[in-house]
Protein backbone atom coordinates (compact mmCIF):
# COMPACT_ATOMS: atom_id res chain seq x y z
CA UNK A 1 0.00 0.00 0.00
CA UNK A 2 1.35 3.52 -0.96
CA UNK A 3 2.15 5.76 1.96
CA UNK A 4 0.30 9.01 2.17
CA UNK A 5 1.49 12.19 3.95
CA UNK A 6 0.34 15.34 3.59
CA UNK A 7 3.90 17.81 2.90
CA UNK A 8 2.02 21.37 3.21
CA UNK A 9 -1.88 22.06 3.60
CA UNK A 10 -3.84 20.17 1.62
CA UNK A 11 -0.54 18.98 -0.46
CA UNK A 12 -0.19 14.88 0.04
CA UNK A 13 3.05 12.88 -1.08
CA UNK A 14 1.68 9.30 -2.15
CA UNK A 15 4.78 6.93 -2.21
CA UNK A 16 5.40 3.69 -3.73
CA UNK A 17 8.73 2.09 -2.92
CA UNK A 18 10.34 -0.01 -5.60
CA UNK A 19 12.49 -2.48 -3.18
CA UNK A 20 14.38 -4.09 -6.33
CA UNK A 21 16.18 -0.83 -7.10
CA UNK A 22 15.53 1.11 -3.57
CA UNK A 23 13.83 3.98 -4.94
CA UNK A 24 10.77 5.46 -4.00
CA UNK A 25 8.67 6.80 -6.56
CA UNK A 26 6.22 9.82 -5.12
CA UNK A 27 2.92 11.56 -6.70
CA UNK A 28 1.67 14.41 -5.07
CA UNK A 29 -1.91 15.22 -4.92
CA UNK A 30 -3.27 18.96 -4.01
CA UNK A 31 -6.43 19.00 -2.55
CA UNK A 32 -8.39 21.96 -3.76
CA UNK A 33 -11.65 23.17 -4.80
CA UNK A 34 -10.55 21.29 -8.52
CA UNK A 35 -8.29 18.46 -7.15
CA UNK A 36 -4.34 18.45 -9.04
CA UNK A 37 -2.77 15.30 -9.56
CA UNK A 38 1.26 15.89 -9.99
CA UNK A 39 2.51 12.71 -11.59
CA UNK A 40 0.19 10.07 -12.50
CA UNK A 41 2.82 7.27 -12.18
CA UNK A 42 3.31 4.58 -14.54
CA UNK A 43 0.82 1.89 -15.97
CA UNK A 44 1.47 -0.57 -13.51
CA UNK A 45 1.52 1.55 -10.30
CA UNK A 46 -2.48 3.04 -11.59
CA UNK A 47 -3.80 0.70 -8.86
CA UNK A 48 -2.74 1.78 -6.27
CA UNK A 49 -1.90 5.50 -6.79
CA UNK A 50 -5.76 5.25 -7.38
CA UNK A 51 -6.34 3.80 -4.21
CA UNK A 52 -3.85 5.83 -2.43
CA UNK A 53 -6.26 9.00 -3.96
CA UNK A 54 -9.25 7.39 -3.58
CA UNK A 55 -8.34 7.49 0.53
CA UNK A 56 -8.61 11.57 -0.03
CA UNK A 57 -10.69 12.46 -2.63
CA UNK A 58 -13.27 11.07 -4.89
CA UNK A 59 -10.86 10.16 -7.58
CA UNK A 60 -13.30 11.29 -10.16
CA UNK A 61 -13.55 15.13 -9.09
CA UNK A 62 -9.78 14.90 -10.39
CA UNK A 63 -9.42 18.41 -12.48
CA UNK A 64 -5.93 19.04 -13.07
CA UNK A 65 -3.18 16.64 -14.22
CA UNK A 66 0.41 17.70 -14.34
CA UNK A 67 4.25 16.66 -14.73
CA UNK A 68 7.25 18.15 -15.93
CA UNK A 69 8.42 15.96 -19.21
CA UNK A 70 7.22 12.84 -21.03
CA UNK A 71 7.98 10.08 -19.74
CA UNK A 72 6.20 6.84 -17.73
CA UNK A 73 7.39 7.08 -13.92
CA UNK A 74 5.53 11.14 -15.07
CA UNK A 75 2.82 10.38 -16.72
CA UNK A 76 2.46 6.19 -18.01
CA UNK A 77 -0.99 5.83 -16.62
CA UNK A 78 -2.44 9.48 -17.85
CA UNK A 79 -4.85 8.04 -19.96
CA UNK A 80 -6.11 5.82 -17.12
CA UNK A 81 -6.63 8.68 -15.32
CA UNK A 82 -8.97 10.39 -18.26
CA UNK A 83 -10.68 7.95 -17.83
CA UNK A 84 -11.83 7.85 -14.60
CA UNK A 85 -11.88 11.57 -13.79
CA UNK A 86 -14.38 12.92 -17.06
CA UNK A 87 -13.26 16.22 -16.15
CA UNK A 88 -9.80 16.29 -15.62
CA UNK A 89 -7.78 17.65 -18.12
CA UNK A 90 -3.86 17.68 -18.65
CA UNK A 91 -1.57 20.93 -18.13
CA UNK A 92 1.74 21.07 -19.77
CA UNK A 93 4.22 23.57 -21.46
CA UNK A 94 3.99 24.30 -24.92
CA UNK A 95 6.45 22.02 -26.39
CA UNK A 96 5.08 19.35 -24.20
CA UNK A 97 1.73 19.51 -25.76
CA UNK A 98 2.39 19.86 -29.05
CA UNK A 99 5.06 17.43 -29.58
CA UNK A 100 3.64 14.58 -26.90
CA UNK A 101 0.17 15.23 -25.40
CA UNK A 102 -1.77 16.17 -28.83
CA UNK A 103 -1.41 12.76 -29.77
CA UNK A 104 -1.45 10.50 -26.57
CA UNK A 105 -3.98 12.51 -24.51
CA UNK A 106 -7.35 11.21 -24.85
CA UNK A 107 -8.54 14.57 -24.53
CA UNK A 108 -6.68 17.36 -25.44
CA UNK A 109 -4.30 19.29 -22.88
CA UNK A 110 -4.13 22.75 -21.48
CA UNK A 111 -0.60 23.85 -22.75
CA UNK A 112 0.49 26.93 -20.65
CA UNK A 113 2.85 29.59 -21.76
CA UNK A 114 6.13 30.18 -19.45
CA UNK A 115 5.47 32.15 -15.96
CA UNK A 116 1.01 31.05 -16.91
CA UNK A 117 -0.65 30.81 -13.85
CA UNK A 118 -4.04 28.81 -13.38
CA UNK A 119 -5.67 28.42 -10.22
CA UNK A 120 -7.34 25.31 -8.06
CA UNK A 121 -9.33 27.33 -5.96
CA UNK A 122 -7.43 28.39 -2.79
CA UNK A 123 -3.94 27.54 -4.30
CA UNK A 124 -2.41 28.90 -7.81
CA UNK A 125 0.43 27.28 -10.14
CA UNK A 126 2.72 29.10 -11.93
CA UNK A 127 4.55 26.92 -15.12
CA UNK A 128 8.01 27.37 -15.31
CA UNK A 129 10.00 25.78 -18.24
CA UNK A 130 13.01 23.96 -17.54
CA UNK A 131 14.27 22.63 -20.92
CA UNK A 132 16.80 19.54 -20.73
CA UNK A 133 16.63 20.44 -16.59
CA UNK A 134 16.02 17.39 -15.14
CA UNK A 135 16.04 15.90 -18.92
CA UNK A 136 13.77 16.86 -21.98
CA UNK A 137 13.12 19.74 -23.94
CA UNK A 138 9.88 19.56 -22.98
CA UNK A 139 10.36 19.39 -19.15
CA UNK A 140 8.94 22.18 -17.05
CA UNK A 141 7.67 22.30 -13.50
CA UNK A 142 4.63 24.06 -11.77
CA UNK A 143 5.23 26.34 -8.89
CA UNK A 144 2.39 26.93 -5.86
CA UNK A 145 2.14 30.37 -4.92
CA UNK A 146 0.21 30.49 -2.15
CA UNK A 147 2.65 27.83 -0.02
CA UNK A 148 5.52 28.44 -2.01
CA UNK A 149 5.98 24.82 -2.88
CA UNK A 150 7.93 23.84 -6.27
CA UNK A 151 7.05 20.47 -7.76
CA UNK A 152 10.89 19.96 -8.87
CA UNK A 153 10.33 16.22 -10.55
CA UNK A 154 13.42 14.56 -10.94
CA UNK A 155 15.49 17.28 -9.20
CA UNK A 156 17.21 16.16 -5.62
CA UNK A 157 16.82 12.41 -6.65
CA UNK A 158 18.17 10.35 -4.19
CA UNK A 159 17.59 6.61 -2.69
CA UNK A 160 16.30 4.23 -0.05
CA UNK A 161 12.89 4.05 1.80
CA UNK A 162 13.57 7.77 2.81
CA UNK A 163 11.51 9.96 5.56
CA UNK A 164 8.61 11.91 3.50
CA UNK A 165 9.99 15.23 4.46
CA UNK A 166 12.94 16.16 5.81
CA UNK A 167 14.90 19.91 7.05
CA UNK A 168 18.51 18.15 6.65
CA UNK A 169 20.48 18.50 3.69
CA UNK A 170 19.45 16.72 0.54
CA UNK A 171 22.39 17.69 -1.35
CA UNK A 172 24.73 14.39 0.14
CA UNK A 173 22.04 12.30 -0.87
CA UNK A 174 21.40 13.69 -4.49
CA UNK A 175 25.38 13.01 -4.65
CA UNK A 176 25.61 9.72 -3.76
CA UNK A 177 22.73 9.04 -6.37
CA UNK A 178 24.43 10.58 -9.09
CA UNK A 179 27.57 8.70 -8.19
CA UNK A 180 25.46 5.41 -8.29
CA UNK A 181 23.62 6.42 -11.40
CA UNK A 182 27.22 7.16 -13.32
CA UNK A 183 28.46 3.52 -12.44
CA UNK A 184 25.40 2.05 -14.18
CA UNK A 185 23.22 1.78 -17.44
CA UNK A 186 21.94 5.51 -16.71
CA UNK A 187 24.47 7.36 -16.30
CA UNK A 188 23.28 9.95 -18.99
CA UNK A 189 20.32 10.45 -17.19
CA UNK A 190 20.50 13.94 -16.60
CA UNK A 191 22.56 16.49 -18.58
CA UNK A 192 24.49 19.14 -17.25
CA UNK A 193 24.38 22.08 -20.10
CA UNK A 194 25.08 25.96 -20.42
CA UNK A 195 21.82 26.86 -19.07
CA UNK A 196 21.80 24.61 -16.04
CA UNK A 197 22.72 27.21 -13.65
CA UNK A 198 20.36 30.20 -15.22
CA UNK A 199 17.29 27.84 -15.09
CA UNK A 200 18.38 26.25 -11.35
CA UNK A 201 18.89 30.43 -10.39
CA UNK A 202 15.30 31.33 -11.86
CA UNK A 203 13.94 28.45 -9.78
CA UNK A 204 15.52 29.62 -6.67
CA UNK A 205 14.38 33.27 -7.35
CA UNK A 206 10.81 31.53 -6.75
CA UNK A 207 11.91 31.70 -3.22
CA UNK A 208 10.23 28.12 -2.62
CA UNK A 209 9.35 26.42 1.08
CA UNK A 210 8.92 23.28 0.12
CA UNK A 211 10.66 21.32 -2.51
CA UNK A 212 8.26 18.59 -3.31
CA UNK A 213 10.66 15.55 -5.31
CA UNK A 214 9.68 12.64 -7.39
CA UNK A 215 12.54 10.22 -5.88
CA UNK A 216 13.48 10.72 -2.70
CA UNK A 217 12.25 13.24 0.78
CA UNK A 218 10.85 16.04 0.07
CA UNK A 219 12.51 18.77 1.58
CA UNK A 220 11.55 22.32 3.69
CA UNK A 221 14.40 24.94 4.58
CA UNK A 222 16.44 27.24 2.22
CA UNK A 223 15.38 25.70 -1.21
CA UNK A 224 16.64 28.32 -3.18
CA UNK A 225 20.12 28.13 -1.32
CA UNK A 226 19.88 24.30 -1.82
CA UNK A 227 18.79 25.19 -5.83
CA UNK A 228 21.68 27.48 -6.39
CA UNK A 229 23.88 24.57 -4.61
CA UNK A 230 22.33 21.87 -6.71
CA UNK A 231 24.35 23.55 -9.86
CA UNK A 232 27.82 22.58 -8.46
CA UNK A 233 26.99 19.27 -7.38
CA UNK A 234 25.89 18.63 -11.07
CA UNK A 235 28.68 20.70 -12.54
CA UNK A 236 31.25 18.61 -10.35
CA UNK A 237 29.45 15.21 -11.19
CA UNK A 238 27.74 15.51 -14.96
CA UNK A 239 29.99 18.73 -16.52
CA UNK A 240 32.07 17.67 -19.39
CA UNK A 241 35.63 17.89 -18.00
CA UNK A 242 37.73 20.95 -19.78
CA UNK A 243 40.01 19.76 -22.30
CA UNK A 244 43.81 21.43 -22.28
Known amino acids: MANVTEIAPGVYRICILYGEINLQFNHFLVVDDEPLLYHTGMRRMFPEVFAAVKRLIDPAS ?7 HFEVDECGSLNDWLRAAPLAQAVSG ?30 RFRYRPTPHLPHGWDAGVLFEETQRVLFCSDLFTHNGDVEPLTESDILGRTRQSLEAFQAGPLMDYMPYTPRTRVLLEGLASLQPNTLATMHG ?22 GTPERG
Do not use: Q, Y
Open 62 to 68: LRWIGFS
Open 94 to 123: MVGSIVNLTDFADRPPRALNADETFSTGRM
Open 217 to 238: SSFTGDCAKALIELDGVMKEML
